[in-house]
């Protein structure tokens, strides 16, 4: 089992539309990302997080620590939104220190 | 303000060659990340440097791959004997300092190995 899990793997939506992005996780974590990887391949921080909710523009991110889950919303969803999103955990077993763990990324596509 | 860049952007080399990949990162950045993404997966880790100072490198994935970062500044991932299954992208990303901080990524190298 992948100590990060995202759901789902592909999404489609209309422009317009509020998607949501889910991420699971196992392990102990000190930070959560949240990324965004443009279809040309470049990676995006969208996000850093260690607890409850934060926001920039449409984008909105939150973590619960007690369930191990975050969520990435998108409001008012637009077709330049399309991307692959991904969610990442800086573990905090080991003596780690800012590598992270990465999910597979759900791949979102926004149609007009 | 310049980003993190790597080079070269592409590199196709022939099973058994060895290879050398560079990262440059943002100016100031103290701490230096390796990760490799296969076509259709989220990057995996495969080393970190503080500064000069190789922190972890539990993720390499056999004694072919290594990396340095001699200055502090500027790192080599070098792959020996290139092998078909290397073939990915690599990205490089640095952050301000090493736990809790946002890291920036580079634009990776696509490697491919004939």
């Given amino acids: ?112 | 303000g310049a980003g993190v860049s790597q080079s070269p952007r592409y590199k196709v080399t022939k099973r058994g060659q060895d290879v050398a990949l560079r990262c440059d990162p943002i100016s100031g950045h103290v701490s230096l990340y390796w990760y490799r993404q296969a076509l259709g997966q989220g990057p995996e880790f495969l080393t970190y440097f503080n500064y000069e100072a190789q922190q972890d490198k539990s993720g390499l994935p056999n004694d072919r791959f290594s990396a340095e970062r001699p200055e502090g500044s500027i790192s080599t991932l070098t792959i020996q004997r290139t092998e078909q299954r290397d073939s990915a992208m690599y990205r490089c990303a640095s952050s301000f300092s090493g736990s809790y901080n946002e890291q920036f990524f580079g634009p990776g190298t696509r490697l491919t190995v004939l």
């Fill in chain 1, 1 to 112: 089992k992948n100590e990060v899990e995202q759901s789902p793997q592909n999404l489609t939506a209309q422009e317009g539309e509020f998607i949501t992005i889910n991420c699971s996780y196992s392990v102990g974590i000190s930070a959560l990302h949240w990324l965004q990887q443009h279809p040309g391949g470049g990676i995006v921080s969208l996000f850093m997080l260690s607890s409850g909710k934060k926001k920039h523009g449409r984008l909105i991110a939150t973590i619960n620590i007690q369930e191990k889950h975050s969520s990435l919303h998108i409001t008012a969803s637009h077709p330049r939104d399309s991307a692959v999103y991904i969610c990442a955990v800086n573990p905090n077993y080991g003596g780690s220190q800012g590598n992270l763990i990465f999910g597979k990324g759900t791949k979102l596509s926004v149609k007009p």
